[in-house]
């Protein structure tokens, strides 16, 4: 039983941690406010159904091009969703 607490408490610890080293989205108006620097584009796949797996591909896809921040400037859904962001760091 305790053994089960024990994984409970890493789990949730590691989850956490996980979504700190992600890219975090904003808006247009703070990337200018806070000067970040602009490094690139990306854009999802178009595989999703629900707007959550677009936002967390681009996360992803933002932390491998070496960005902090992401904003979404277009997005489009035709039975699936597909969006394209601008990477920040």
């Known amino acids: 039983m305790k053994s089960y607490k024990i994984m ?4 949730v610890a590691g989850l956490f941690s996980m979504s700190a ?5 904003i808006t247009k ?3 200018k406010e806070k000067g ?3 490094i690139g584009t990306v854009s999802t796949t178009g595989q999703y159904t629900a707007p959550m ?3 967390e591909e681009l996360s992803k896809l933002a932390d491998e091009k070496g960005g902090k ?3 979404i400037i277009a997005g489009q859904e ?3 969703i ?8």
Request: no cysteine.
């Open 69 to 71: 921040y992401y904003v």
């Open 78 to 80: 035709k039975k699936k």
């Open 53 to 55: 797996d677009a936002k």
């Open 29 to 31: 108006e703070v990337a």
């Open 36 to 38: 970040y620097t602009l």
């Open 21 to 25: 080293m992600s890219a975090e989205m």
């Open 8 to 11: 409970a408490a890493a789990l």
């Open 82 to 89: 597909s969006a394209t962001a601008e990477v920040f760091k």
